[in-house]
């Protein structure tokens, strides 16, 4: 089994800054893509950014030039670095990763618990 669990949501100003993390653990034998959505009030889940095991990248429109995202595959873990925040950032974050496990060589989508990001003076 793999698990994903994300960090470091939380309450900032506008304009402020903070650092997500997701790690993942478990019976993992290889990650591909890893990646971060997210869910605002009323609305659908949306691809926030997606970095592959070969580090390329890919942002929506409305974060790119403020959210950057990067991975430590020694550690399984992918950061997401948001700046210069705004109110329409607000959501609940989620992780997911592209993962082959280590007991069957299975593939599977596997997705974090959530984390909330509120922007808000």
């Known amino acids: 089994q793999v698990q994903l669990v994300e960090s470091g949501g939380g309450l900032v100003q506008p304009g402020g800054s903070l650092r997500l993390s997701c790690a993942a653990s478990g019976s993992i034998f290889s990650i591909n893509a890893m990646g971060w959505y997210r869910q605002a009030p009323g609305k659908q889940r949306e691809l926030v950014a997606v970095?592959?095991?070969?580090?390329?990248?890919n942002y929506a429109d409305s974060v790119k030039g403020r959210f950057t995202i990067s991975r430590d595959n020694a550690k399984n873990t992918v950061y997401l670095q948001m700046n210069s925040l705004k109110p329409e950032d607000t959501a609940v974050y989620y992780c997911?990763?592209?993962?082959?496990?280590?007991?069957?060589?299975?593939?599977?989508?596997?997705w974090g618990q959530g984390t909330l990001v509120t922007v808000s003076s």
């Open positions: 970095i592959t095991s070969g580090v390329s990248t």
């Open positions: 997911n990763a592209d993962v082959r496990d280590s007991i069957y060589r299975r593939y599977l989508e596997v």
